[in-house]
């Protein structure tokens, strides 16, 4: 599939098939701004959405349903996306979490689900690093569901997870087709950092420009370590970004402007695996230099 609607363009990546890059304004702004917050970064990943929904719909099936992986998944507003088409989107919720993330592997657990909607043909917002969460809800689903067609739309996917859900599906007879934003991130060592400037992403070369001339060179997630944070929790955006600023050199750096130094930094624990062997961070604030020191 190689589609252009004159806003909104995807094309298949020729390593991996199955896989496809969607370049628009509206990703444009999403992924090059690391100061996006509150409404405007929600009504970001709204129309982002909307216009990759657009290149599915000559191939959706009439029952398709949304399976919600929360709260990452929230983010994605799929039911919204389809409103704006004048269709309806059937929902599941699934909640996960990720234990013992390490490079490109991490172990997930389910702790909630309601598979009411159920049907074979599902649709999954999710910013995607291992993989493992994708597959872990796939599992969960077909426990009670068959699926035999998935699509997946990513914000911000990494390359290596797009291989092990489309190795899934092929080993399931699931047809699949991916949908990831602006690139196919290479993932860092810590399993978590997506960032334009690592060496196993497929980009283009001004998207890699920008990035560089953005984070002065430094590979910085184009993310951040807890996608939707953003909105849904934006004092544990701002501690996460303040502590990517002091690992990075990018303290009062206008490109992680909204970085503010927490009061406890029992806040951004969930995320420990991102700065291991940062001991250092996790100490009380009172006991480190002020911020404006080195």
Known sequence: MISDN???TAKEVD??????????????????????????????????????VGHLLDELDPDVTELVILGKGLAYQLASAF??????????????SRKDVEGDSASVVVSYRSLDAAGDSIIIGDTVASGATVVTALNEYRKVHEVRRLHLLSFAGAVGGARVILDYCRRHAIQAKLLYGLAAFGLAKNGFD??????????KDAYRQRAAEQFNSKPVSAVGWDFGSQYMAPDKYRALSWVEAEIWGLRGHESLAIASRPRSFSVVSKESDAFAGMAEYLRDPSELPPSDQP
């Open 6 to 8: 004159g806003t909104s």
């Open 15 to 52: 390593e991996i098939a199955g896989l496809y890059i969607v370049e628009n304004p509206a990703l444009e702004h999403l992924l090059f701004d690391r100061n996006l917050m509150g409404i405007e970064f929600r009504r970001a990943c709204a129309e982002s959405s909307r216009l990759m």
């Open 194 to 203: 997506l960032s334009f400037l690592h060496p196993d992403t497929l980009t």
């Open 83 to 96: 409103d704006s088409y004048g269709l309806n989107l059937p929902t599941n919720l699934l909640a996960t």
